[in-house]
């Protein structure tokens, strides 16, 4: 099974629960957690594992030969990205945009573009306390996190529990991770902002036809609106993480819930155990 954890916006707690649902059922079946919010990935922070392997994700960018090119435009007609501009004498190659797609090159009538490998960021595999664990790290300065995520879900073992660390929000790289989830937890606070964001996640899951069930962190914390709107929506509330300066205090140790709380064990298995109701149970 793959259990995406995402939220609407960032610092509502989704590595906390992602790790700590990770190692509570470290003992009952082979998980792996991947953390694909590969611009800012952190869940390592609070598993520390150890890497075994390292390899640099690259995509294919068009390089142009000049002598070749005759400027008949077919390369910036095919480009979905707008990532090449074709002028009367000039072409010009906009790397930051460009998908890798090798359409330009393969259409390109007079075999005038070749690629080049860039490098996007790296990947790096581990294990932490019975854990497998692998993450992405987008390079400084690139601005597409996708293919970056996309190879790290291709380490995905449907043998295995797969427990995705989502980016935040609702963008490309957050459907990139969840999309093929069997479920999808929604992160979130008891705030006004918490609600808006939550209501935006959940149109992005339901667009992709994946079921869902929310956490309430910092639960407590203001009267919300966040419950109410569950009910409504017919999204089940799983788990409600108190607002405690406990947790705040071990989360900025890098300690783990359930290692720093064992008792938070037996909700994290009873919240995965509702989860699989959910998937499985009809
Ligand atoms: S398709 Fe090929 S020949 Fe035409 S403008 Fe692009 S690079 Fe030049
Ligand atoms: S490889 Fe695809 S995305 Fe990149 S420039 Fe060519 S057509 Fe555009």
Known sequence: MIISIASGKGGTGKTLVATSLALSLENKKAV????CDVEEPNAHILLKPSFSHREVVSTPIP???EEKCTYCGKCAEVCAYKAIAVFPKHVLIFPELCHGCGACSYL???DALSEINKEM???????SKGVEFIHGR??????MATPVIREVKKHINRERLAIIDVAPGTSCPVVEAVKGSDFCLLVTEPTPFGLNDLALAVETVRKLNIPCGVVINRDGAEDSKVEG???????PILLRIPLDIEI???YSKGITLVEGVPQWQEAFSRLYNDIEQIVFGG
């Open 32 to 35: 792996q957690l991947l953390d």
């Open 63 to 65: 390089q142009l030969d």
């Open 108 to 110: 390109c009538p007079e």
């Open 121 to 127: 960021g790296i990947l790096e595999i581990g294990y």
């Open 138 to 143: 987008l390079t400084v300065g690139q601005a």
């Open 229 to 235: 709107y569950c009910r409504k929506q017919g999204i």
């Open 248 to 250: 705040a205090r071990l």
